[in-house]
C-alpha cells in the first residue's frame, strides 16, 4: 500500500523535476523569437499611423488573421473593395495604396516569425521529449524506491507533455498520432517492468 508520504513526496519530485527542466531548457534557449522583432517595425508603424488617420482606421491584417500554419498570405482584394467605398473619394487610391503596402509587410513579418517559432518549438520539444522519455524509463528502474521512482517518471511524462502543448498545434495529424502512439507504448512497457519486478519480490 502506498504511504500518504510516497504520494506526497512523488507529487513534489514530478512537479520540481518537470519545472525544473523546463526552466532549464528555457534558459539555455535563449534564441526565443519575439513577436516585436519581427513586426514592430517603423515602416509598419508609420503605414498605420496614416491609416489610422486617412482612412478611418481600418487595417486589413486586422479583419484578415492570419491561420497557424498558413504559408502564403490571403488575398485581401475582396475586404478593400467591401471598405473602400466608406472612404471618401478623393483618398479612395491613397488608402488602397497603404492598405496593400501595409497588410504585405504584416503578412510577411508574421510568416517569418511563425517560421522562426516553429523552428524554435520544434527543436525543443525534441530536447523535452528525450529528457522526458529518459525519466520515464529512470523513473520505472528505480520504481522500488517508494517516492522517487514514481515522482521522476511522473516527472518524465509532464516533460513531455509541456514540450508538445506549444509544438501541437504545428504538428501534422501522422506526427500527432505517432507521437501519441510512442508515449503508449512507452507507458506501457514501463509498467510491464514495473510488473516483473513486482513479481521478483
Known amino acids: 500500500m502506498v504511504s500518504m508520504k510516497g504520494i506526497v513526496l512523488t507529487i513534489a519530485i ?3 523535476f518537470s519545472l525544473f ?12 523569437p519575439d513577436y516585436q522583432d519581427y513586426c514592430y ?4 508603424q508609420t503605414l498605420n499611423s496614416q491609416i489610422q488617420t486617412d482612412c478611418n482606421g481600418q487595417t486589413p491584417y486586422s479583419e484578415i488573421p492570419m491561420k497557424k500554419g498558413e504559408t502564403t498570405c490571403p488575398s485581401i482584394e ?37 517560421e522562426a517559432n516553429e523552428n524554435y518549438q520544434q527543436t525543443k520539444f525534441i530536447i523535452l521529449a ?3 522519455i529518459v525519466a520515464i524509463v529512470a523513473g520505472g528502474l528505480m520504481f522500488s524506491f517508494e517516492g522517487i521512482g514514481t515522482g521522476i517518471l ?4 509532464i516533460t513531455v507533455i509541456t514540450g508538445a502543448i506549444p509544438y501541437w ?3 501534422g495529424d501522422i506526427v500527432k498520432f505517432t507521437m501519441l502512439g510512442l508515449a503508449l507504448v ?11 519486478k513486482e513479481r521478483e519480490k
Open 14 to 16: 514530478g512537479v520540481v
Open 154 to 157: 511522473g516527472g518524465g511524462v
Open 169 to 171: 498545434s504545428y504538428m
Open 78 to 114: 475582396n475586404w478593400i473593395n467591401r471598405v473602400t467605398p466608406q472612404i471618401p473619394e478623393d483618398k479612395q487610391s491613397l488608402c488602397k495604396t497603404l492598405w496593400s503596402a501595409y497588410y504585405s509587410q504584416s503578412c510577411g513579418c508574421s510568416l517569418k516569425y511563425e
Open 21 to 32: 527542466i523546463w526552466y532549464g531548457t528555457t534558459t539555455f534557449m535563449s534564441d526565443r
Open 41 to 44: 517595425t517603423s515602416a509598419i
Open 186 to 196: 512507452a507507458l506501457i512497457v514501463v509498467g510491464i517492468m514495473v510488473a516483473l
Open 130 to 132: 528525450i529528457i522526458g
